[in-house]
């Protein structure tokens, strides 16, 4: 995969229909700048007790890893549309009267590494309709799995309960997936971040903690 260039890219996303929709909450004091991944990585700031509630999983990984800087910016209006980055196999589709809003600018990064996962912002941002987050399967560990069943989305609120070197995450949420040959996808309600899971580890303890 070449490397695409580390400058975030920003989009208009086009749509049809017009809707009037009001605003819901939203994390306050979130930055949307690029998240700082070599600052976070391995720092989880999580207890003990917060560990015996997450869930450890192992992510979906890629043929290839991801460079770091694969970022768009979407701006997507009250109309909905779908949000694409092709290099890594990523739509999302925004149905018309989901967004708290007229406009709202979406930024979507891959996370480096092979893990198939993703950090949406603005974070907490909450939508009035379910999104659609849909990933290719293609050039991934997906046609080596022994169990295609394994195959969940799930939920992170910080991209540090990732470990990017190994693809093991702890994860706050999982859910089903539905599968169009070699795509899956699963509605997702609100922001931060995404991921493919291949399998689901158990309880993480403290000691296992990366």
């Not at 391995?42 to 990984?61: E, Q, R, Y």
């Not at 739509?91 to 979406?106: F, Y």
């Not at 939508?127 to 659609?132: D, G």
């Not at 394994?150 to 990732?162: A, E, L, W």
Request: charged share 20%.
């Amino acid at each position: 995969m070449s490397s695409p260039s580390r400058t975030i890219r920003s989009r208009v996303v086009s749509v049809t229909a017009i809707a009037a929709l009001t605003f819901t909450a939203a994390c306050s004091g979130d930055s949307v700048s690029q998240p700082d991944f070599a600052a976070r990585q391995g720092k989880s700031g999580l207890t003990a007790d917060a560990f015996n509630a997450l869930i450890s999983v192992t992510a979906l990984t890629r043929d290839e890893a991801v460079p770091e800087g694969v970022v768009d910016t979407f701006t997507v209006t009250e109309k909905g549309g779908t949000l694409e980055i092709k290099e890594t196999g990523l739509k999302i589709d925004v149905p018309e009267g989901a967004i708290p809003g007229r406009t709202l600018t979406i930024i979507v990064t891959a996370l480096p590494g092979k893990a198939v996962a993703y950090d949406f912002q603005p974070h907490g941002t909450k939508f009035l309709k379910p999104l659609a987050f849909r990933q290719d399967l293609k050039n991934t560990s997906w046609d080596k799995l022994g169990f295609k069943g394994t195959i969940q989305g799930g939920y992170f609120k910080d991209v540090s309960q990732i470990d990017l070197r190994t693809g093991i995450a702890i994860l706050d949420e999982l859910f089903p997936v539905k599968f169009t040959d070699k795509n899956i996808s699963f509605d997702i309600n609100h922001f931060s971040g995404y991921m493919v899971s291949s399998g689901r580890k158990g309880v993480m303890s403290e000691e296992s903690a990366f």
